[in-house]
């Protein structure tokens, strides 16, 4: 199969390049993403079910499962509280 | 219409990632999105933050919930998207470990119909969509895990 030789440097030359800071912030965003995830499924509920218990729109509820949302502490909160369980623990 | 062809841009043990060129061109789709952005001021970062979710996606598969609905309901067509910005890279999702990276840009009208470049990445991304999947039924391709077959030689009118 034909290989997209540039795309491919372009595309790792990025990655590597992006700062520390950013890759951190991208990494604990998909981590709160992908606990929250497994949290919804576990419980059985639904996006629409989050959105209400939070007061947020469904849509929104669809950004943070995206993986690259940057969460306010509020938030966290909120859908902690929301889920049951801490989505971040510190300590 | 113009002839396109797929040409393969990673692949890992989970997933495999690809893009298109189209006849008239020198550089695939994904090279073009790209070099859009990778030297603007103001969109550089939002490019870091696309690139490096596609990086993450490579280990852990293409998750339906790490895209934004494009298109239509019936078509695998989907965005990664920067909300905030909105820039927007315009994929073809055809399962959690195959997927088909296509061109984009800032939506900064309501609809991606009314800017003429989105709509037109789309329209090119929902027509391969229709021609694999008839390939498919047709068996002449298959998604077979990471790998596309069947479509070294193929050109798709889009």
Redesign the interface.
């Known amino acids: 199969?034909?290989?997209?030789l540039?795309?491919?440097k372009?595309?790792r030359q990025?990655?590597d390049e992006?700062p520390a800071e950013?890759?951190m912030q991208?990494r604990f965003s998909?981590s709160i993403?992908e606990k929250m995830?497994s949290l919804l499924k576990e419980r059985g509920m639904s996006q629409r079910e989050l959105a209400k218990s939070t007061g947020k729109t469904e849509a929104e509820v669809?950004?943070w499962?995206?993986?690259?949302h940057n969460f306010t502490l509020r938030t966290l909160a909120k859908i902690s509280i929301a889920l049951g369980e801490d989505l971040i623990t510190v300590c | 219409m113009t002839k396109a062809?797929?040409?393969?841009?990673?692949q890992t043990e989970n997933t495999g990632l690809f893009?298109i060129?189209f006849e008239d061109e020198n550089?695939?789709e994904?090279?073009r999105f790209?070099?859009k952005f990778?030297d603007d001021a103001v969109r550089k970062?939002d490019?870091?933050?696309i690139?490096?979710?596609?990086?993450?996606m490579l280990l852990k598969g293409f998750?339906e919930?790490?895209?934004?609905p494009e298109g239509k309901m019936s078509d695998g067509v989907a965005a990664l998207?920067?909300?905030k910005s909105g820039l927007r890279l315009y994929c073809l999702r055809m399962s959690d470990s195959v997927l088909i990276v296509g061109n984009g840009g800032v939506k900064d009208t309501k609809t991606y119909q009314e800017d003429e470049d989105l709509n037109g990445y789309v329209i090119s991304l929902q027509k391969l969509d229709a021609l694999l999947k008839a390939d498919i039924k047709n068996g002449l391709v298959r998604i077979e895990k990471t790998e596309i077959i069947g479509?070294?030689d193929k050109e798709y009118d889009l």
Do not use: W
């Open positions: 199969m034909k290989q997209d540039e795309g491919r372009l595309f990025i990655v992006t950013l890759k991208l998909d993403a995830d669809s950004r499962l995206g993986g690259t | 062809t797929i040409l393969s841009l990673e893009t060129i550089q695939s994904f090279v790209v070099n990778k970062n490019l870091r933050i690139l490096n979710q596609i990086d993450t998750e919930r790490r895209f934004r998207p920067v909300y479509i070294d």
